[in-house]
């Protein structure tokens, strides 16, 4: 089962403190031993000033009530280089913290450095101490303080360089906090700024593209309107060829968000070109259910594919978001997935039948009979479906769909209208422009 | 008056030589006189080449007939000069070049026959001759003055060209023929005899000089050199051995600027002058000089080859080999020497000794050197016969040079110099991408084994040094071992790293064409193409020099080999087409030169062509390359041919496949295939009819696929993909005449099973391509009947018409007002923008893979996969040109066409990876 585990593939493009919530995830779902598990959050934490967090986890593991010498001595450090910052960022923050003070601030910037530094005696020393206090902050897990830091930090800083990192730090203690429309914000924020910076390489560029997309992944699988979102940002030509040449696996996602989104038929198209493409440098079985109903017409094998996605889905610390109701826990995009999934093969195995036998069909979708026999109806009610039924054979009837001549003809003139209006737009543009020189 | 040219040629010290010569040859058995004809410094052991002589005299009767027709053209222009009738000698001038011609034809060597540039020199001097004697001018009459003048200017232009081969000869007129001299004085129509001996003795010269060389090298071990030298040597050699400690610094300076200073002059053996500055390299007193003296060592060496066209000697290249090793030992063991040429450094400068602790600045440049000795490897490879011994031996030189330029690049990188380094690797990179693994497996087994040979070599070396007490011992610090990682792929890896980290432009662009030909060779199509695309280097490689354009077209041939293999017929096909597109494989590889039916190329175009030839073993199959041409476009054509066979004009896939169907047609009676052509198209007649066994049969019994490594799965390959067409031409082409068609009953003419049916026909009902459906519970497929009325028939084609109409005078208008403005139909529009990403993106930096190209990359990849038809690497620039790209830097491209063949390969690579449709 853990084939298809991409936390090793992710892992790498996020924040160390990102990456606890898909250990813990793994933890739940028991995907690898305990032991494993525990040993990778300790490891991840020896490079955080988590240090308690780590303890505890080491008395968990080998089940002792010693810590190593190491562990106590790294506390200490922690405590006393905390102590120092404080200390350092200690004028800015009581400036902060005042609300009075705070109001003296105006939106340019120059002008709140020089009074900062005229009235309060506040330099760029304190500011730069501001910005270590909030990184010892969230390396020590405390997220909100970091953010708020970080908030003023920005406001303050004029270096470009420190107030993206700034920013990402921001990003990343919101989504710690699971703060996700500030988390939004952030990104979107975050995304101008890397889109429109000119980077000094263009590998930098790509990387930060790519940290991106993965940080982002908290984010639209719980925000409500992520899905759509994911779309919007993966899509863009800029990420998809980031995504191709450095990431491939996060084609699943961007393929997930596909299905269960209806509404992007064109889009899809291009998607399903893309996933042809890359099948020899990522496959799961997500994108190779597409690849079956688009690309190879397999309903058998998308059939097979559809129950493994399930498995997939669940696994998956991103898609599997369990949402708790009363006392059973359901996972919401699996049933949307599997729903939309269904509709996909049905809609294209339609497209190329005329008669269709419907006990096969409702095995291929994975449905019985009745449920099967009352979900074609609806389609049909809803008019979604040009068909009938004919019950005596059990066979569903499309009706034949052929292209109106007339139409058909309509369509190719159409166009040639628009067209030679701006040709004569053009040439009239043009002949006024000549006298004119 | 040939006396007078004769005794021109010999300075002092030659006639003295031709003593001692003499001497030799007296003591030595009776010679031949062609033996003779060796340079100066075989005499001792002429005897041993005698054998070889006998071997290489047989020479082919046309080259004779040839070499005969000139003779007797100089015996004429001879007397004509003895008369002073200028008149006939113009004319027998013009027909000595033409003659020329015709022998370098025959020859295909790129080397003026001794005979012509003799002839050159005594027509110079006859003219010198004429002009000074004034009194005679006046005398001639009016015709003959007016040929005499407009010889003057025709010699003067003519001997430019051969200015160096006439200076040489000047300077050392064989002595064979000095020897002649002295007989024929009196006697000059002998000579005439005597010249037709003149192509066999180049001949064995050549081949005399090696053996010579390799002799040499032996003495050279054995320690007995010093006899051989010359009487001057000696001289100098006793100067040296009075006593060792009186020899200073100075004196070897003197020496080292007196016999550097003799270089090139007249009567300046070549060989002796080597022969000199590596003694001194034996006598030098502190490591830098004796650095300085073995660049120039080198430098001589360089000089020892014939010409511009001619390799160097293999032996000396050997040495050459050696001496670059030595010096990048001096160079390890004295790291404050710095080899530099860009500043002049002091006279003195190499005067400070071993113990010196600043920085020594000696005149040199290692990459260079590096590649002049790479440069002659390639030369050499490309003269010598493939098909004989000779070749393979020499191939067997490779590791040599390769642990030359892994020392040197790992010098490099260590000093910091990495520009220089990428240079260095890049001449790795391309001695190995090519190699598949099993070659690169033996060539570590070879290096592997010349090691252990090497070691033997290397001690009798070091005796041979303390025998003749150098003052700087050198000892060897570089390692003589190479050292490969077990993978081609590894090493390649490596290199190329290095390269885009820190190469220039040319040189990233090469090994970005390497990796991918790599890339390609080992099968893995999709990184190859991705790094074709993501390089842009399709946009930029008609700026590029014409041997970057031909390796450009070696890895598209690749990797059109490799998507085959992998079983992407499109995608082969659309890398290949192009190269067959124009009927030039062999030049746009430079494996051959193709004869044009209607233009003669120059000689000096032809030799340009001779000069850029692959080696043999780089070759890669033509038949090979044909055949999955030709495969591939007849898997693409036949269905495309049924499903449109109403109106075929209108969309053809490969027109020259389409153009051999036609000429192969025509024949009224087809006999069984010989040539792969022939095959492909017996092939092509089964897969029409359907019949894929015949047609799988026919071009399974082709001998090329043995070429092929996985051979086995190729061909199975193959025939699934025989099959489906054929499934999808015989479903084009009964449609018509089925209501329906069951299941059970393709999958039995087929032998297809039914899930692969049920794909290929949902493939096709979705595309539209078949106006179908199936029926489910029966398993049928049930033809739908798309019958129009005429006047619906009509009425379809009125429109298409008139998009026509619009679509050219859109076209028009922007030709005019130079585009762009216009909203033009979407099946354009995506081209369009390709088109303007890549023009963007063109001269943008490349090697950064062009992430900061994300556009244009997409919408490369977008195109790649777009579109009805396939839009394979590079094809989608091809809609381009009928859109007028019209301020873009392209104008050069729109005349490539009218140009047409009068243009070196340079222009027709532009033609080729722009597409040739206007």
New interface residues.
């Given amino acids: 089962m853990a084939t298809y585990d991409l936390t090793p593939r992710i892992g790498p493009n996020l924040d160390r403190h990102l990456v606890f919530p898909l250990l813990e995830f793994l933890q739940e779902r028991q995907l690898y031993p305990d032991e494993q598990i525990l040993k990778a959050k300790i490891e991840l934490l020896n490079k955080t000033n988590m240090v308690d967090y780590a303890m505890d986890i080491h008395k968990s593991l080998y089940h002792t009530d010693d810590v190593p010498q190491d562990m106590v001595e790294r506390r200490v450090e922690v405590v006393a280089r905390l102590k120092a910052l404080e200390d350092a960022a200690a004028p800015l923050v009581t400036f902060l913290q005042n609300p009075n003070a705070v109001q003296e601030l105006r939106a340019d910037k120059q002008y709140n450095l020089q009074m900062l530094n005229d009235r309060y005696q506040i330099g760029p020393d304190q500011i730069e101490a501001l910005y270590q206090y909030a990184k010892f902050q969230f390396e020590c897990g405390n997220y909100s303080g970091a953010a708020d830091y970080l908030y003023q930090y920005r406001a303050l800083c004029t270096n470009s360089e420190r107030s993206l990192s700034a920013l990402w730090g921001k990003l990343a203690a919101e989504i710690l906090m699971q703060n996700w429309d500030t988390a939004l914000e952030e990104l979107n924020r975050l995304k101008e700024i890397i889109d429109s910076k000119s980077f000094s390489s263009p590998l930098n560029q790509v990387q930060s593209r790519i940290w991106l997309m993965h940080w982002s992944l908290f984010i639209f699988f719980n925000h409500d309107n992520g899905r759509t979102q994911i779309i919007d940002l993966f899509n863009q030509d800029k990420y998809l060829n980031a995504i191709q040449t450095s990431a491939p696996h996060l084609l699943r996602y961007l393929a997930t968000a596909f299905i269960v989104n209806k509404r992007r038929r064109p889009q899809f198209k291009e998607f399903i070109k893309v996933i042809q493409q890359d099948q020899c440098s990522y496959k799961d079985p997500i994108t190779e259910f597409l690849a079956c109903v688009y690309v190879n017409y397999e309903f058998d094998g998308a059939q097979k594919k559809m129950k493994e996605c399930e498995e997939v889905i669940l696994n998956d610390p991103f898609l599997g978001k369990r949402v708790e109701e009363g006392n059973f826990s359901t996972v919401p995009l699996k049933d949307e997935f599997l729903e939309n999934a269904r509709l996909f093969i049905f809609e294209t195995y339609c497209r190329i039948h005329q008669r269709i036998d419907m006990g096969v069909l409702f095995e291929k979708l994975n449905l019985n009979y009745e449920e099967g026999e009352r979900w074609i109806v609806n389609l049909i009610r809803n008019s979604k479906l040009d068909a009938k039924i004919d019950s005596k054979t059990g066979t569903v009837i499309m009706e034949p769909n052929q292209p109106n001549v007339y139409e058909q003809l309509i369509d190719h003139t159409k166009a040639l209208q628009g067209r030679t209006y701006k040709l004569v737009g053009q040439l009239l543009e043009h002949a006024q422009a000549q006298p004119a020189r | 008056m040939a006396s007078k040219f004769w005794t021109q040629g010999g300075s002092d010290t030659e006639e003295e030589e031709t003593d001692i010569e003499d001497e030799i040859e007296n003591g030595g058995a009776g010679e031949t006189t062609a033996a003779a004809a060796g340079s100066r410094y075989l005499q001792t052991n002429a005897s041993d080449s005698d054998d070889s002589d006998g071997q290489k005299r047989v020479v082919r009767s046309a080259k004779d007939k040839r070499f005969e027709e000139m003779a007797s053209t100089v015996d004429q222009m001879k007397n004509a000069m003895k008369i002073n009738d200028w008149v006939s000698l113009q004319e027998s001038f013009d027909k000595i070049n033409k003659q020329l011609e015709k022998v370098m034809r025959v020859t295909e060597s790129d080397r003026v026959p001794n005979l012509y540039i003799k002839c050159l020199v005594m027509l110079e001097d006859f003219l010198a001759e004429a002009l000074a004697n004034k009194e005679a001018k006046k005398k001639m009459s009016s015709s003959n003055h007016k040929a005499l003048n407009a010889m003057k200017q025709k010699l003067k232009k003519n001997n430019k060209q051969y200015e160096e081969l006439i200076n040489k000869y000047r300077e050392n007129p064989e002595s064979e023929e000095e020897k002649f001299e002295d007989e024929d004085e009196d006697e000059d129509e002998d000579e005439s005899g005597s010249e037709l001996e003149d192509p066999s003795q180049i001949a064995a010269e050549s081949s005399d000089e090696d053996d010579e060389g390799e002799d040499v090298d032996d003495d050279d071990a054995d320690g007995a050199w010093e006899k051989k030298l010359s009487k001057k040597e000696k001289l100098m050699d006793r100067e040296f051995k009075k006593d060792p400690s009186e020899i200073t610094w100075d004196t070897v300076n003197k020496k080292f600027k007196e016999v550097v200073a003799a270089r090139g002059r007249k009567g300046t053996g070549k060989f002796e002058q080597v022969e000199q500055l590596t003694f001194l390299t034996k006598v030098a007193k502190t490591p830098a000089q004796k650095l300085e003296i073995l660049f120039s060592v080198i430098s001589a060496q360089f000089d020892v080859n014939p010409g511009l066209s001619g390799h160097m000697p293999i032996n000396v290249w050997k040495k050459c080999v050696q001496n670059m090793l030595v010096i990048l030992d001096i160079l390890v063991q004295y790291p404050n020497i710095v080899v530099d040429d860009m500043v002049e450094p002091d006279e003195n400068e190499t005067q400070k000794g071993a113990d010196y602790d600043g920085t020594i600045r000696v005149w040199g440049n290692l990459v260079a050197f590096l590649e002049r000795i790479d440069n002659e490897f390639f030369k050499s490879l490309q003269c010598i016969d493939p098909h004989t011994r000779e070749y393979v031996e020499r191939l067997r030189d490779e590791p040599l040079f390769l642990v030359l330029a892994q020392n040197v690049q790992e010098y490099l990188e260590r000093i910091g110099d990495l520009k220089s380094a990428a240079k260095v690797a890049l001449r790795r990179v391309e001695l190995v991408y090519y190699k598949p693994q099993e070659v690169y497996d033996a060539m570590r087994q070879l290096a592997v084994l010349s090691e252990d040979g090497e070691k033997d070599g290397d001690e009798t070396k070091v005796e041979e040094t303390r025998g003749t007490s150098a003052f700087v011992v050198t000892p060897e610090l570089v390692s003589r071992k190479l050292t490969f990682p077990e993978n081609s792929r590894a090493l390649m890896d490596i290199l190329v790293t290095l390269i885009y980290k820190s190469g220039d432009e040319r040189t990233k662009a090469r090994a970005m064409l390497c990796d991918i030909y790599h890339h390609a060779l080992f099968d893995e199509f999709?990184i190859a193409r991705?790094l074709l695309l993501?390089s842009h280097l399709q946009d930029t490689i008609q700026h590029m020099d014409v041997s970057t354009q031909i390796l450009f077209n070696r890895a598209m041939a690749q990797v059109g080999l490799c998507a085959f293999r992998v079983g992407l017929i499109a995608e082969g096909h659309g890398c290949l087409s192009e190269l067959y597109s124009g009927g030039r494989v062999k030049e746009l590889l430079a494996q051959g030169v193709s004869q044009s039916r209607y233009h003669e190329k120059t000689p000096e175009q032809e030799r340009l062509e001779r000069r850029r030839q692959m080696p043999y073993h780089m070759h890669i199959n033509l038949e090979l390359l044909e055949a999955v041409h030709l495969i591939c476009a007849m898997l693409l054509e036949v269905p495309n041919m049924a499903a449109n066979s109403l109106d075929a004009k209108r969309k053809v896939i490969s027109k020259t496949f389409r153009r051999l169907l036609e000429v192969s047609e025509r024949q009224p009676f087809t006999g069984p295939p010989e040539n792969v052509r022939d095959h492909v198209m017996a092939a092509t007649r089964a897969l029409c009819k359907g019949d894929f066994q015949k047609a799988f049969d026919v071009i399974n019994s082709l001998d090329v696929w043995k070429l092929l490594r996985n051979r086995e799965s190729v061909l199975e390959m193959l025939k699934a993909k025989i099959k489906e067409e054929a499934l999808r031409t015989y479903l084009f082409t009964y449609c018509f005449s089925y209501d329906t068609l069951g299941l059970d009953q393709l999958t039995k003419m087929f032998d297809l099973s039914d899930?692969q049916i049920?794909?290929i026909v949902?493939?096709m009902?979705?595309n539209e391509e078949l106006h179908a459906?199936?029926?489910?519970?029966?398993r049928c497929i049930?033809f739908?009947d798309?019958e129009?009325s005429r006047l619906?028939a009509l009425?379809?084609q009125l429109?298409?018409k008139?998009?026509i109409l619009?679509e050219s005078?859109?076209r028009a208008?922007e030709a005019?007002?130079g585009g762009g403005?216009?909203?033009l139909?979407l099946r354009r529009r995506d081209n369009q923008e390709y088109a303007a990403g890549t023009a963007g993106g063109g001269g943008g930096r490349w090697p950064?893979?062009?992430?900061?190209?994300?556009?244009q990359?997409?919408?490369g990849?977008?195109a790649?996969?777009?579109g009805g038809r396939p839009l394979a690497l590079g094809q989608a620039s091809r809609d381009r040109s009928s859109q007028s790209r019209g301020t873009g830097g392209y104008s050069g491209r729109a005349g490539s066409g009218m140009r047409g063949y009068q243009m070196d390969a340079s222009a027709r690579m532009v033609s080729l990876s722009r597409g040739v449709r206007g």
Wanted: aromatic share 12%; net charge negative; hydrophobic share 30%.
């Fill in positions: 999709s991705d993501m899930a049920h794909s949902s493939k009902l979705v459906s199936w029926d489910q519970p029966t049930i739908h798309v129009y619906q009425a379809f429109t298409e008139l998009s619009a005078n859109e208008v005019r007002f403005g216009l909203d139909p950064d893979l062009s992430y900061n190209q994300g556009r990359g997409s919408s990849r977008a790649y996969t777009g």
